[in-house]
């Protein structure tokens, strides 16, 4: 884009047709860059000429009937600013015209009119629109640029409110200006944080298609989505990135290429799962990781994001690649300025994924026994990951990270036991986080003797020990949270098997808990997924109607849940290995 700049429009406004004519012949005004586009003979018709063709430049004479020029300037500074007026005045009439440079007025012309000066004049003024123009252009680009650069600045803003760097005095402004609807009145949001991960071989890959999936910059597509889901949603399932054989010997690139593509082909994926709104905030965060920030009540985010991660890890598929999808969620937070603590728990749930695996949905809420206090967070990296490795009762992996600790030189014991104290801190706040009470929040006599010590080896092993020692506790307590809740939930689907709206996502929420901890509870409890256990469970109670009643087929699939006659009789063969009537005529 290139400035141009077309011939100055220059209206003449006086009383004489004489003084008129002498302005249009007295020089060569295209030479100058400039055409005369209309002429006035007074005041009225001068504006009406000015709001009809709008010139650059208006002539006018000083004295003219009804109203003179002075007052003509004046209307037309205050309903026109850019326009350039120069008043054509005589000797006489001078200490008059002078007023008018308050006004605004660009330049004078003496009569009787030389050439010299209105050329003179000309280019003055030509020079001073030329230059304007040229700020205005290079406004006009700045301006353009950062409307380019809108969206980067946007998931920079995001990325700095997630992180707690803008003061709250300057949040409502600034999400203001990128158009995220903060207000007083909003009730709350909550946060999950999403990481996309592939596996590649050492065999070179192409990701053609995922290139064409990115044609445009994430960036570039509208950043605020709605909560509710539509039938447009399903459009996006098509095209997504599946590569042959010939296309991954066709392109090679680097493991880290593609799993920057993924990454993004995440993201645009996770754009189109929710509708246009500005109820959803969509970024990718730091560490390449896609933040969903959803503003409002709490209701069914869980449950979408749990079907969001679903579809991610079916579509985004790579020819040789297995593509992981793993998700933690944020507690809902009440507050603007509790975004930081949402986005914090949510990278917390994530990093949980090292002891129940890839591909899961984590919530916050269920790494708390019985909601217990929220972890504090230290500054220093190892001592924050210490902690978190014995709130979850990952002993083991505590004491390895405590070896490592442990490992730098220290040049006498006070300094070990610095490094002592911070430990037992660490493993105190664990102790509270999970609720523990007595002397398994605090042994004063273990953490005595920890600090009364005579040498390092004899510190050392206390150290470990008290550590491994809370670690255990903690874990125990959760072995037995999750054993109880899942005697509870068993006893609740042996009441309930009859009715057929009984589910995964229905019986979490009768135990308040996500149905992604729920399952994986089942599976490792029952050694079976939700879906098989219940359906063993309707099955045996079948068996047991067709033994000791003479109830109908369909009479037995209503009483267990499964009103469709057809696939309950389907489904009794595959599990028993016989139909109802044969299973009968055995009986009798």
């Given at each position: 884009?290139?400035?141009?700049?077309?011939?100055?429009?220059?209206?003449?406004?006086?009383?004489?047709?004489?003084?008129?004519?002498?302005?249009?012949?007295?020089?060569?005004?295209?030479?100058?860059g400039m055409?005369?586009?209309?002429?006035?003979?007074?005041?009225?018709?001068?504006?009406?000429?000015?709001?009809?063709?709008?010139?650059?430049?208006?002539f006018?004479?000083?004295?003219m009937?009804?109203?003179?020029?002075?007052?003509?300037?004046?209307?037309?500074?205050?309903?026109?600013?850019?326009?350039?007026?120069?008043?054509?005045?005589?000797?006489?009439?001078?200490e008059?015209?002078?007023?008018s440079?308050?006004?605004?007025?660009?330049?004078?012309?003496?009569?009787?009119i030389?050439?010299?000066?209105?050329?003179q004049?000309t280019?003055?003024?030509?020079?001073a629109?030329?230059?304007?123009?040229?700020?205005?252009y290079?406004?006009?680009?700045?301006?353009?640029?950062m409307?380019?650069?809108?969206?980067?600045?946007?998931?920079?803003?995001?990325?700095?409110?997630?992180s707690?760097?803008?003061?709250?005095?300057?949040?409502?402004?600034?999400?203001?200006?990128?158009?995220i609807?903060?207000?007083?009145?909003e009730?709350?949001?909550?946060?999950?944080?999403?990481?996309?991960?592939?596996?590649?071989?050492?065999a070179k890959?192409?990701?053609?298609?995922?290139?064409?999936?990115?044609?445009?910059p994430?960036?570039?597509?509208?950043?605020?989505?709605?909560?509710?889901?539509?039938?447009?949603?399903?459009?996006?399932?098509?095209?997504?990135?599946?590569?042959?054989?010939?296309?991954?010997?066709?392109?090679?690139?680097?493991?880290?290429?593609?799993?920057?593509?993924?990454?993004?082909?995440?993201?645009?994926?996770?754009q189109?799962?929710?509708?246009?709104?500005?109820?959803t905030?969509?970024?990718?965060d730091?560490?390449?990781?896609?933040?969903?920030?959803?503003?409002?009540?709490?209701t069914?985010?869980?449950?979408?994001?749990?079907?969001?991660?679903?579809?991610?890890?079916h579509?985004?598929?790579?020819?040789?690649?297995?593509?992981?999808?793993?998700?933690?969620?944020?507690q809902?937070?009440?507050?603007?300025?509790?975004?930081?603590v949402?986005?914090?728990?949510?990278?917390?749930a994530?990093?949980?994924?090292?002891?129940?695996?890839?591909?899961?949905?984590?919530?916050?809420?269920?790494?708390?026994?019985?909601?217990?206090?929220?972890p504090?967070?230290?500054?220093?990296?190892?001592?924050?990951?210490?902690?978190?490795?014995?709130?979850?009762?990952?002993?083991?992996?505590?004491v390895?990270?405590?070896?490592?600790?442990?490992?730098?030189?220290?040049?006498?014991?006070?300094?070990?036991?610095?490094?002592?104290?911070?430990?037992?801190?660490?493993c105190?706040?664990?102790?509270?986080?999970?609720?523990?009470?007595?002397?398994y929040a605090?042994?004063?006599?273990?953490?005595?003797?920890?600090?009364?010590?005579?040498?390092?080896?004899?510190?050392?092993?206390?150290?470990?020990?008290?550590?491994?020692?809370?670690?255990?506790?903690?874990?125990?307590?959760?072995?037995?949270?999750?054993?109880?809740?899942?005697?509870?939930?068993?006893?609740?689907?042996?009441?309930?098997?009859?009715n057929?709206?009984?589910?995964l996502?229905?019986?979490?929420?009768?135990?308040?808990?996500?149905?992604?901890?729920?399952?994986?509870l089942?599976?490792?409890?029952?050694?079976?997924?939700?879906?098989?256990?219940?359906?063993?469970?309707?099955?045996?109670?079948?068996?047991?109607?067709l033994?000791?009643?003479?109830?109908?087929?369909?009479?037995?699939?209503?009483?267990?849940?499964?009103?469709?006659?057809?696939?309950?009789s389907?489904?009794?063969?595959?599990?028993?290995g016989?139909?109802m009537?044969?299973?009968?005529?055995?009986?009798?």
């Amino acid at each position: 884009m290139e400035l141009t700049v077309e011939p100055l429009k220059v209206l003449i406004v006086d009383d004489e047709y004489l003084i008129r004519n002498l302005l249009r012949m007295r020089i060569d005004w295209e030479q100058q860059g400039m055409t005369i586009i209309g002429e006035a003979s007074d005041a009225a018709e001068a504006l009406n000429q000015v709001e009809l063709l709008r010139p650059d430049i208006v002539f006018t004479d000083i004295y003219m009937p009804k109203m003179d020029g002075i007052e003509l300037s004046g209307i037309l500074m205050e309903r026109y600013p850019n326009i350039k007026i120069v008043v054509v005045t005589g000797h006489d009439e001078f200490e008059y015209a002078r007023q008018s440079v308050k006004l605004g007025i660009s330049d004078f012309i003496l009569k009787p009119i030389r050439a010299s000066e209105l050329l003179q004049v000309t280019a003055k003024l030509r020079a001073a629109i030329e230059q304007e123009m040229g700020r205005e252009y290079e406004l006009m680009k700045l301006r353009e640029e950062m409307k380019q650069s809108l969206p980067y600045l946007r998931e920079r803003f995001v990325n700095q409110w997630l992180s707690d760097v803008i003061p709250e005095d300057e949040l409502q402004e600034k999400a203001l200006f990128f158009g995220i609807p903060i207000s007083s009145g909003e009730p709350g949001l909550r946060i999950a944080v999403m990481e996309v991960e592939v596996a590649v071989p050492q065999a070179k890959i192409s990701v053609p298609e995922v290139y064409q999936h990115l044609s445009e910059p994430y960036h570039q597509t509208p950043q605020t989505y709605q909560v509710q889901r539509g039938p447009q949603q399903q459009q996006h399932r098509q095209g997504q990135p599946q590569l042959s054989q010939h296309q991954t010997e066709a392109h090679p690139h680097t493991a880290e290429e593609i799993h920057i593509l993924l990454r993004m082909a995440g993201m645009k994926q996770v754009q189109a799962f929710y509708p246009q709104d500005s109820q959803t905030i969509i970024v990718m965060d730091p560490h390449n990781r896609i933040v969903v920030l959803s503003i409002g009540t709490d209701t069914e985010f869980s449950n979408q994001v749990q079907q969001l991660q679903e579809e991610l890890q079916h579509t985004l598929k790579l020819e040789g690649c297995e593509v992981d999808v793993t998700v933690g969620i944020g507690q809902w937070q009440s507050g603007w300025g509790k975004a930081c603590v949402g986005y914090r728990e949510a990278c917390r749930a994530l990093d949980y994924q090292a002891f129940v695996g890839k591909n899961q949905v984590i919530c916050f809420e269920d790494l708390v026994i019985e909601g217990g206090k929220r972890p504090y967070h230290s500054d220093a990296q190892l001592l924050q990951q210490l902690q978190f490795y014995v709130s979850v009762g990952a002993g083991e992996e505590a004491v390895l990270l405590l070896e490592r600790m442990l490992s730098v030189p220290f040049s006498d014991v006070s300094q070990f036991r610095m490094a002592a104290m911070d430990v037992v801190t660490e493993c105190q706040r664990a102790a509270i986080e999970q609720q523990l009470e007595g002397e398994y929040a605090l042994n004063k006599e273990a953490v005595a003797a920890i600090f009364t010590a005579g040498h390092l080896p004899e510190l050392k092993s206390m150290l470990e020990q008290h550590v491994r020692t809370v670690s255990d506790v903690i874990q125990a307590k959760r072995q037995a949270k999750e054993g109880n809740l899942i005697d509870r939930v068993m006893a609740y689907l042996e009441e309930n098997m009859g009715n057929a709206e009984v589910g995964l996502s229905s019986t979490a929420a009768a135990f308040y808990v996500s149905s992604g901890h729920l399952g994986r509870l089942m599976k490792k409890e029952t050694g079976q997924t939700f879906v098989e256990y219940m359906t063993q469970l309707r099955m045996r109670k079948a068996e047991t109607l067709l033994k000791q009643t003479d109830l109908k087929g369909y009479e037995i699939g209503q009483q267990v849940g499964i009103p469709d006659p057809h696939y309950f009789s389907v489904l009794f063969k595959k599990h028993i290995g016989r139909s109802m009537n044969e299973y009968r005529n055995v009986k009798s």
